[in-house]
């Protein structure tokens, strides 16, 4: 049985609950944090006024979190076009919608992977022999492969039609299309792609041991259907540590993919984009490096609470679905 | 044959077998652009304005046939694959130059950090874990999973970006960037260029202020990649630790009599190294991934300068295929070394017919 009681005793879980928690709470209640200025169709970035140093404005009553000079071409990736660079972009604003995006994005990515890695992991267990060495083969050589590397690949080869203004719409050809239909970027492309072999390893592992277990030759002896004793007894038993994984990973692809925004691609994570915008105050201007703090403090922060959450609400999973581990 | 002999030849074995299912998939994933934009890419760079789309559309036919862009799949696959074996690995239009020398011109800055990173954070990772798992709830004990768990929050490019704006604009201890081997070469012809890591040649070359100053640009990266890393294979020993140091063998070492210290490094040490390393090698391909973002964010000019030179424009499939191979190919060698190593200090890892552990 789970142990929910352990679970509700420690502080860390509590912590881990109350910063998960907070970010969906924020995220569904975007529209009345920080209201758009057209309610039916919300904008990723919100402009406030122009400024014609381009310099970013301190905090005020209109924006609290100070305002960042907006990033002029992110019309090609699909945000409403900025047209210039004197524009201000309110942060809070996208600290408060980009939590809407950083979910979307992180539980997209990890729930499609684990998807992928579990049946992989299940197949190839289940069957064993020629089958499972052939799949765990291909698992081990996907394991090879640095994401950002896919990510640029996907981005060069498969998306620069698609974010070429000048592309007509009847020139797409099947995959293209299906691709700006689902709204999928190249990073959370790569990103499921070339992040489903750790659960297809840890439920592979699971499966192959518990196959051996008694009650799944019980299972089998009373006539159980292959399909029904991999959904009924196999997948119970072996998804735990998957669980665990996932729980981990929301916040580490999260955070991976702010970063390849932060270094150039193209992404649906907004605050990788404020974290661009805001690229030359970090370094800081006239050797102050905090002279203009709320262009990236706020939006780092934000960040690793983000990782933070996900990773202490695994550590709290582990514990509680794998208790022999600790 | 020792088994040893075997493992390491399965080992060897493996690299090919990967190599061709990840070129594969690859390929595939470049067939999807269709043959005329594929072939769009051989276009001179300025047309004659007077050639008409018709004109143009016949071009273009007439690059894909020469170059086989319509031939099946396995077809194209295997000529590629040919030509990557006799070492062409492509033209890239917008380098205007072949692929390959351009990749391995700058590999060795990219090789210099990874190198120093995995230098500086497996040792460490190792030691922490095994020092605070030894004792668990001891102040080291805390002192460490405190550290551990700062380092898996922070995410490392903000880490960089943190540290660059403290120790260069702040402090100006370590600047960004990397004095460039090319520039050494050129301006002092007696400085050689044997193996391209600036620290190595310095001391090669008798000149220790290139090595120092590469030095001096090497620590933040360094720091930034490794802490990362440290703090997750610290994490994973410590556990390892725990788990280990409660059974049976370590009772029986103690009422032989032996000392703490040997039971810790010639004992539990051994059975906790292999699968810590296990998990460092299944993430060396994050850990090359990281060091490409951090390149960029300190403004090394290895690897990583043709992504970022390069994110939009023309479709350069011949680019991008060619440094995702060349990426497996420097994530390969870091997951066989950290096998061998295994291999060497765990003999169960090198028995074991099939693995077991994950």
């Given at each position: 049985m789970l142990d929910w009681r352990k679970f509700f005793t420690r502080r860390q879980n509590w912590l881990a609950l109350l910063l998960v928690g907070s970010f969906f709470i924020i995220a569904l209640a975007a529209p009345w944090l920080a209201p758009p200025d057209d309610p039916a169709n919300p904008t990723a970035f919100k402009g406030v006024g122009r400024t014609f140093d381009r310099l970013p404005q301190a905090p005020s009553d209109e924006s609290p979190l100070g305002t960042v000079g907006q990033l002029a071409d992110l019309a090609r990736y699909g945000f409403t076009p900025g047209q210039?660079?004197?524009?201000?972009?309110?942060?809070?604003?996208?600290?408060?919608?980009?939590?809407?995006?950083?979910?979307?994005?992180?539980?997209?990515?990890?729930?499609?992977?684990?998807?992928?890695?579990?049946?992989?992991?299940?197949?190839?267990?289940?069957?064993?022999?020629?089958?499972?060495?052939?799949?765990?083969?291909?698992?081990?050589?996907?394991?090879?492969?640095?994401?950002?590397?896919?990510?640029?690949l996907f981005q060069r080869v498969l998306y620069t039609r698609i974010y070429n203004p000048f592309t007509l719409p009847e020139e797409f050809v099947y995959w293209e299309r299906f691709l700006m239909r689902v709204d999928i970027d190249p990073i959370m492309l790569a990103l499921i792609v070339f992040s489903w072999m750790p659960y297809a390893r840890l439920v592979n592992g699971m499966v192959i041991q518990q196959k051996r277990?008694?009650?799944?030759?019980?299972?089998?002896?009373?006539?159980?259907?292959s399909w029904r004793i991999i959904w009924q007894h196999l997948l119970p038993n072996a998804i735990s540590p998957a669980v665990v994984f996932g729980a981990r990973d929301v916040g580490s692809?999260?955070?991976?993919?702010?970063?390849?925004?932060?270094?150039?691609?193209?992404?649906?994570?907004?605050?990788?984009?404020?974290?661009?915008?805001?690229?030359?105050?970090?370094?800081g201007l006239g050797g102050n490096p905090f002279a203009y703090w709320w262009t990236f403090i706020p939006i780092s922060l934000a960040l690793v609470l983000f990782g933070v959450g996900w990773n202490l609400l695994g550590d709290g999973l582990n514990d509680l679905l794998n208790p022999r581990t600790r | 044959m020792t088994p040893f002999l075997k493992y390491l030849l399965g080992r060897f074995i493996a690299i090919p077998i990967t190599l061709l299912?990840?070129?594969?998939?690859?390929?595939?994933?470049?067939?999807?652009?269709?043959?005329?934009?594929?072939?769009?890419?051989?276009?001179?760079?300025?047309?004659?304005?007077?050639l008409t789309a018709t004109q143009i559309a016949f071009e273009l036919e007439q690059i894909a046939a020469e170059h086989g862009m319509n031939d099946p799949y396995l077809v194209q696959y295997g000529n590629?694959?040919?030509?990557?074996?006799?070492?062409?690995?492509?033209?890239?239009?917008?380098?205007?130059?072949?692929?390959?020398?351009?990749?391995?011109?700058?590999?060795?800055?990219?090789?210099?950090?990874?190198?120093?990173?995995?230098?500086?954070?497996?040792?460490?990772?190792?030691?922490?874990?095994?020092?605070?798992?030894?004792?668990?709830?001891?102040?080291?004990?805390?002192?460490?999973?405190?550290?551990?768990?700062?380092?898996?929050?922070?995410?490392?490019?903000i880490l960089g970006l943190f540290l660059l704006s403290i120790f260069y604009v702040g402090l100006r201890w370590f600047p960004p960037g990397r004095s460039s081997i090319s520039g050494l070469t050129f301006s002092t012809s007696t400085f050689k260029a044997y193996t391209g890591f600036l620290t190595v040649d310095g001391v090669l070359n008798g000149r220790f202020d290139v090595t120092l100053n590469a030095l001096r640009h090497l620590v933040l990266p360094?720091?930034?990649?490794?802490?990362?890393?440290?703090?997750?294979?610290?994490?994973?020993?410590?556990?390892?630790?725990?788990?280990?140091?409660?059974?049976?063998?370590?009772?029986?070492?103690?009422?032989?009599?032996?000392?703490?210290?040997?039971?810790?490094?010639?004992?539990?040490?051994?059975?906790?190294?292999?699968?810590?390393?296990?998990?460092?090698?299944l993430s060396a391909a994050s850990i090359v991934t990281g060091v490409y973002v951090i390149e960029v964010i300190f403004g090394l000019k290895g690897l990583s300068e043709l992504i970022v030179g390069g994110m939009s424009g023309a479709p350069d499939a011949p680019l991008a295929l060619a440094f995702a191979v060349y990426s497996v190919l420097l994530v390969i060698p870091i997951m066989v070394t950290l096998d061998i190593i295994k291999a060497i200090v765990d003999p169960r890892d090198r028995l074991a017919t099939e693995e077991t552990d994950y």
């Open positions: 210039d660079r004197f524009e201000q972009w309110d942060v809070l604003y996208t600290l408060v919608w980009g939590t809407r995006s950083a979910l979307k994005f992180g539980l997209t990515v990890t729930i499609i992977s684990a998807a992928l890695g579990i049946l992989v992991g299940t197949i190839s267990g289940y069957a064993g022999g020629m089958v499972n060495q052939v799949l765990m083969l291909v698992t081990d050589a996907f394991l090879t492969f640095p994401v950002i590397a896919a990510v640029w277990a008694d009650y799944v030759i019980a299972a089998r002896a009373m006539g159980a259907r692809t999260v955070i991976l993919a702010t970063a390849f925004i932060f270094i150039g691609f193209a992404g649906s994570v907004t605050w990788g984009f404020m974290l661009v915008a805001a690229r030359d105050y970090v370094i | 299912i990840i070129t594969m998939v690859l390929y595939g994933i470049i067939m999807l652009a269709p043959p005329d934009e594929r072939a769009a890419l051989y276009l001179p760079p300025r047309l004659p304005s007077h590629w694959l040919r030509e990557w074996l006799g070492g062409y690995w492509g033209w890239s239009p917008t380098l205007r130059s072949e692929v390959l020398p351009v990749l391995l011109s700058r590999t060795a800055v990219t090789l210099e950090l990874t190198f120093y990173s995995l230098l500086a954070f497996i040792p460490l990772g190792l030691l922490s874990g095994v020092v605070a798992g030894w004792r668990p709830s001891s102040r080291t004990d805390v002192l460490f999973r405190f550290s551990a768990f700062v380092g898996t929050s922070i995410p490392p490019f360094v720091f930034t990649l490794s802490l990362f890393h440290w703090a997750t294979l610290g994490r994973i020993t410590r556990t390892l630790t725990v788990e280990e140091k409660d059974k049976d063998y370590v009772l029986l070492a103690r009422s032989r009599g032996l000392k703490q210290r040997s039971i810790v490094w010639r004992h539990t040490f051994r059975n906790t190294v292999s699968p810590a390393l296990t998990s460092t090698a």
